[in-house]
């Protein structure tokens, strides 16, 4: 079965420090890779998406960047943080096919605060 | 693209009645519509979808339906319990899933 790991779970950082998130996926081959932000109370805000290695789409501008170095890894970053950068951040996968009416499954996710 | 609106925002019911979630969508080319399940500082957990070729979808207690043509779909839970008690998310889906902003549901007991 699939399972997908996301770390760390929490994590306080000061402004202007470096980020990186990590999440990979086991069990499939070639998914459909997400970044979600949620900030407290609030929706789910789509920051980044990927359809295979080294393709990254960014749906809003910001501080932020994604990779994807291998098959089943997306990695968020950040050179340098910001106190809006604060709230829950969420990696999902789904099945492959830029039109696969398939669900996305989430993280635990990494619960970020900036200092 | 996509726009997804869900409503309301919060939601009081008493135990044992039902709860209804409204989403609509502005992209008729979206052809799959899951529901999420968020409770507190954990993930979104998929309850139920239904896909475009289907009106109406039901897991015991939840059921969902689709409306194409008005461009709507609903949310359904019934008998509700404690444990209901969570954010919910509807989203639509062409190349790619658009969320609602959620509802609180509040079960009072």
Sequence with gaps: ?115 | GENVEQHPSTLSVQEGDSAVIKCTYSDSASNYFPWYKQELGKRPQLIIDIRSNVGEKKDQRIAVTLNKTAKHFSLHITETQPEDSAVYFCAARDDKIIFGKGTRLHILP
């Design chain 1, 1 to 115: 079965s699939q399972t997908i790991h996301q770390w760390p779970a929490t994590l306080v950082q000061p402004v202007g420090s470096p980020l990186s998130l990590e999440c990979t996926v086991e069990g499939t081959s070639n998914p459909n890779l997400y970044w979600y932000r949620q900030a407290a109370g609030r929706g789910l805000q789509l920051l980044f998406y990927s359809v295979g290695i080294g393709q990254i789409s960014s749906e809003v501008p910001q501080n932020l960047s994604a990779s994807r170095p291998q098959d089943r890894q997306f990695i968020l970053s950040s050179k340098k943080l910001l106190l809006s950068d604060s709230g829950f951040y969420l990696c999902a996968w789904s099945a492959s096919g830029a039109y696969s009416n398939q669900p996305q499954h989430f993280g635990d996710g990494t619960r970020l605060s900036i200092l």
